[in-house]
């Protein structure tokens, strides 16, 4: 084992293994050309420019909406399961209380007797409908939810309004701007 270890150290010296890649020149001038070479090439500098990327278009709104009704009922879905400890199934809901602006509204949800008794909740569509400004950078939006109820291996459509809240965030990164977005839901029902 010894000789192989040998052998192999012996041949990656034989063969340039402890060469690096920049070349050195008895010539004082001539490093310094390569230097600055190698600097251009794995070291570019990046001019800051002043510019502003605006990416919020309606489908950002619509996609986030979308996220966050998506990841609320998955956590439901999650407590819905057989084998679901207390502690986990509290440990979710309070989880599921951070993606609403008002908590109270999320345990309102929660508690309807129709949420409760299903086997799990599954988004069907989410259609917008209208923003109404708060603030300059605020905003309310309203969106037509359609989702399915799993109850005992049947399935019922259901229709309401969801709202969610809007804030965007504008960003200032090396020097260039960006806008992005933080929602919460509001309400979903009338």
Same mark, same amino acid.
């Given at each position: ?10 041949? %990656? ?11 050195? %020149?008895?010539?004082?001038? #001539? ?46 879905? @999650? ?30 949800? @929660?508690?309807? %007797? ?23 950078? #605020? ?8 989702? #399915? ?33 933080? %929602? ?7």
């Amino acid at each position: 084992m010894k000789k192989l270890i040998y052998i192999l150290l012996l041949l %990656s010296v034989a063969c340039g293994g402890g060469k690096d890649g920049l070349k050195v %020149s008895q010539k004082s001038g #001539e490093n310094q050309i390569v230097k600055q070479q190698f600097e251009k090439k794995v070291l570019p500098v990046k001019p800051i420019i002043n510019h502003s990327k605006d990416s919020l278009t309606q489908a950002s709104f619509d996609a986030l909406a979308k996220q966050k009704i998506t990841r609320f009922f998955d956590m439901i879905n @999650l407590t819905k399961q057989a084998k679901t400890t207390k502690d986990f199934i509290n440990f979710t809901t309070d989880n599921a209380k951070k993606l609403w602006l008002k908590p109270d509204n999320a345990k309102l949800f @929660l508690q309807q %007797s129709a949420i409760q008794k299903v086997d799990s909740l599954k988004l069907i569509a989410l259609t917008f409908q209208k923003f109404q400004a708060q603030q300059s950078d #605020e905003m309310l939006a309203t969106y037509r939810l359609r989702y #399915e109820i799993f109850k005992n291996g049947q399935a019922q459509v259901r229709q309401t309004q969801a709202k969610f809240y809007f804030k965007i965030l504008n960003l200032d990164l090396d020097g260039q701007s960006y806008q992005s977005l933080k %929602s919460k839901i509001v309400r979903i029902g009338r």
